[in-house]
């Protein structure tokens, strides 16, 4: 299988959705071959999949996170979704 590199306007591929789970108290990503379970930073980012850049994202992270330098664990963050096969490019729709 082949890596998978995050699109450059990431958002959900169309069969996977984000949700918070009220009963289980976290964060998901569901889709039809399972459920990621998010942390709080991963859900920040995951809701932040509007159609905006990368380097967008990033900004608003930071901006929310003041001093904080997060573009190495959100890159990170993207591949892994990348290679689940649960990103698209905005710009494909």
Same mark, same amino acid.
């Given at each position: 299988?082949?890596?998978?590199?995050?699109?450059?306007?990431?958002? !959900?591929?169309?069969?996977?959705?984000?949700?918070?789970?009220? !009963?289980? +108290?976290?964060?998901?990503? #569901?889709?039809?071959?399972?459920?990621?379970? #998010?942390?709080?930073?991963?859900?920040?980012?995951?809701?932040?999949? &509007?159609?905006?850049? *990368?380097?967008?994202?990033?900004?608003? !992270?930071?901006?929310?996170?003041?001093?904080? &330098? #997060?573009?190495?664990?959100?890159?990170?963050?993207?591949? +892994? !979704?990348?290679?689940?096969? #649960?990103?698209? &490019?905005?710009?494909? *729709?």
């Amino acid at each position: 299988m082949s890596a998978r590199r995050p699109p450059g306007r990431p958002v !959900l591929v169309r069969h996977a959705r984000y949700r918070w789970d009220e !009963l289980r +108290r976290q964060h998901q990503v #569901l889709f039809p071959e399972g459920v990621l379970v #998010l942390n709080e930073s991963a859900a920040a980012v995951v809701r932040l999949f &509007d159609g905006r850049s *990368t380097a967008e994202l990033i900004a608003a !992270l930071e901006g929310t996170f003041p001093g904080s &330098d #997060l573009g190495g664990d959100v890159s990170a963050f993207l591949n +892994r !979704l990348a290679g689940k096969g #649960l990103l698209r &490019d905005a710009a494909d *729709t």
